[in-house]
């Protein structure tokens, strides 16, 4: 399964972004669970941002709740991030993860490569 990331970039305190992260298979994808994002910034550790579970079920961090929307459209394997009044500290880099099963590899996460969020003051 591989995952592709979109929609990072550099915005200004305030600002909004929408992040989008599409899952594809060269096999059959038979279910995707979890999805996820996550954030690493400069000499820090990988933190959850948000997660939501198949069914829709939703977590937040507590540093992004009230400013961040996790969705997601299972007819297109795909998560989103929707990012408003967004401040300095959430410079990072925004990481999307899947837990996914598929017939050759069993139920297992999957992560996308990475897109740079960068929050001008």
């Known amino acids: 399964v591989q995952l592709q990331a979109s929609g990072g970039g550099l915005v200004q305190a305030g600002g909004s972004l929408r992040l989008s992260c599409a899952a594809s298979s060269s096999g059959r994808i038979i279910s995707i669970g979890l999805l996820g994002w996550y954030r690493q910034a400069p000499g820090n550790q990988r933190e959850l941002v948000a997660t939501i579970t198949s069914g829709g079920s939703i977590n937040y961090a507590d540093s992004v709740k009230g400013r961040f929307t996790i969705s997601r459209s299972n007819a297109k394997n795909t998560v989103y991030l929707q990012m408003n009044s967004l401040k300095p500290e959430d410079t990072a880099v925004y990481y999307c993860?899947?837990?996914?099963?598929?017939?050759?590899?069993?139920?297992?996460?999957?992560w996308g490569q990475g897109t740079q969020v960068t929050v001008s003051s």
């Open positions: 993860n899947a837990r996914a099963t598929t017939l050759l590899s069993g139920a297992r996460d999957y």
